[in-house]
């Protein structure tokens, strides 16, 4: 079983940055790929960006100049920095993980609890 746990959501004012965390727990092959996903109230669960151990990456068009997503494999971590923020940024962001990019995009085995993200105008 892997566990995944986000820290690092909070306020911020628009233009702003935060950087979200997600401590994995174990490297497996069922957690080879890490993605982050966001869902704003009354919407659908989106995929945001998603890195792979070797390092290969994957950004929504939406968020790819502002958003970057990286990893520390040492720390089993990876990291979503996310500068020059918009109210329309305000989502839970989550913490997910799969055996491939594919698959965590489709279909992750495994999710963390969520950090809430706001963003004000």
């Known amino acids: 079983q892997v566990q995944l746990v986000e820290s690092g959501g909070g306020l911020v004012q628009a233009g702003g940055s935060l950087r979200l965390s997600c401590a994995v727990s174990?490297?497996?092959?069922?957690?080879?790929?890490t993605g982050w996903f966001r869902q704003a109230p009354g919407k659908e669960r989106e995929f945001v960006a998603a890195?792979?151990?070797?390092?290969?990456?994957r950004n929504e068009d939406s968020v790819k100049d502002r958003f970057t997503i990286s990893r520390d494999n040492a720390k089993n971590t990876v990291y979503l920095q996310m500068n020059s923020l918009k109210p329309e940024d305000t989502a839970v962001y989550y913490c997910?993980?799969?055996?491939?990019?594919?698959?965590?995009?489709?279909?992750?085995?495994?999710w963390g609890q969520g950090t809430q993200v706001t963003v004000s105008s």
């Open positions: 997910a993980a799969a055996s491939s990019l594919v698959m965590v995009m489709r279909s992750p085995s495994y």
């Open positions: 890195i792979g151990w070797s390092g290969i990456t």
């Open positions: 174990r490297r497996s092959f069922s957690s080879e790929v």
